[in-house]
């Protein structure tokens, strides 16, 4: 007897929301990508917060899989055979020349490739985001790939020019939240200050407060911006940039940024104590919700001293959610089975509960340069 299906109109039963579909390339084969996603997805809590794919070859998951139950046979790893998996096989050619613990142009390649397919799936609406194993970028370049990273690679495939890393992570200590953007990313430190400019900045500001609203629920942030040179230039004596435009830039921006306080240019080496001290021992210390780093190691290096094996790194102004843990291939302990996943399931869940916001809000999409559009 076939029961007639009750119409939208007619059902009092309340909709639940679809849970968060995420694919999970591995990264670099040869480092602890396929590792930390083994380990990770052994967590069975994490399947209930959105629908996990993984992404790369079953054969090679599958070797790392036997090699790390060979070292530990109580270890918790999810098996490859029971993962959903979008199974990219590679040739035997290519696959023989991958090995744990070695970088090489067939890892540069699949890894790349295993990306460029879960950006191509995402923006055909076949998944919600994107969780990115560690790659290398100097197997990239050997593999014929020039790109500086993913992030990089995810906006020239999404059409993107306005884009930013943000790093974030949850205090074990404390619970506070720790939010870093860098102002710029994977170039030269030379290379940093003709770089940086106001409009630069802005359009990173523009980025991350639309962030923090959408994504963190932060109406009105608090967010400090490092200055550039020690003492941040101490009046032009160790650097002019701050002096030049930095300062200026600040002093002009504040009618843009009503809803926001906006504090610096912070001394670089002053910029984290506080942040240090919300971290470890008292939350209510930080004075700041989010920080504005504007190079690479001037934002990664504390990143990394409080939350190394925690943090998640977002790219934010994409049309879909990215994270990713923060940490690199791991070449040399890939071998081992000792990597830690942590950083892993926190860039799972990070994205889930990205993506779950957004769903909720009708979804995402890059900030404009019109500030009345914000609420």
């Known amino acids: 007897m076939t029961h007639p299906t009750p119409t939208p109109a007619t059902s009092t039963r309340p909709t639940a929301a679809p849970r968060p579909r995420l694919v999970i390339p591995i990264g670099d084969p040869g480092g602890i990508g396929p590792e930390v996603v083994l380990r990770a997805l052994a967590d069975p809590t994490l399947h209930q917060i959105g629908a996990l794919t993984v992404m790369g070859d079953r054969a090679l998951l599958t070797r790392t899989y036997d090699h790390l139950r060979q070292l530990d046979p109580h270890a ?16 035997r050619q290519d696959r023989a020349a991958i090995a744990l613990g ?41 593999a014929g790939f020039d790109y500086p990273g993913q992030t990089e690679l995810l906006a020239e495939k999404a059409h993107v020019d306005r884009f930013g890393m943000l790093f974030v992570a ?35 500001l523009d980025l991350l407060l639309t962030c923090l609203h959408r994504d963190f629920g932060l109406a009105a942030p608090r967010i400090a911006i490092a200055g550039l040179n020690p003492h941040s230039g101490e009046n032009g ?37 506080k942040p240090g001290q919300a971290w470890f021992t008292d939350a209510t210390v930080a004075p700041a919700d989010a920080y504005l780093a504007l190079y690479h190691d001037q934002g990664l290096i504390p990143v990394k001293l409080m939350a190394f094996d925690r943090a998640v790194n977002t ?29 892993m399931k926190a860039a799972i869940h990070l994205g889930a509960e990205f993506c779950r916001t957004r769903q909720q809000s009708g979804g995402y999409s890059p900030v404009t340069h019109d500030n009345n559009s914000r609420t």
């Open 237 to 273: 004596k160790l650097g002019t940039e701050e002096q030049e435009w930095l300062v200026p830039w600040l002093q002009a921006i504040g009618d843009r940024y009503p809803q926001a306080n906006i504090m610096g240019p912070v001394p670089p080496d002053t910029l984290w104590v």
């Open 315 to 343: 790219t934010i102004g994409l049309p879909f959610v990215r994270t990713s843990p923060d940490h690199g291939t791991a070449f040399d302990i890939a071998p081992l089975g000792v990597a830690n996943p942590t950083s």
């Open 76 to 91: 918790a790893l999810a098996d490859p055979d029971t993962l959903p998996l979008v199974d990219m096989t590679m040739s």
């Open 102 to 142: 070695q970088e090489s142009a067939a890892g540069g390649a699949a890894s790349f490739h295993w990306l460029d397919s879960a950006i191509a799936q995402t923006l055909a609406g076949e998944f919600d985001g994107i969780v990115t194993g560690p790659i290398s970028k100097a197997a990239w370049k050997a």
């Open 170 to 204: 949850r205090s074990p200590h404390t619970n506070w939240l720790l939010c870093t953007l860098l102002a710029t990313t994977h170039i030269p430190l030379r290379a940093v200050p003709a770089a940086l400019s106001p409009a630069l900045l802005t359009q990173k």
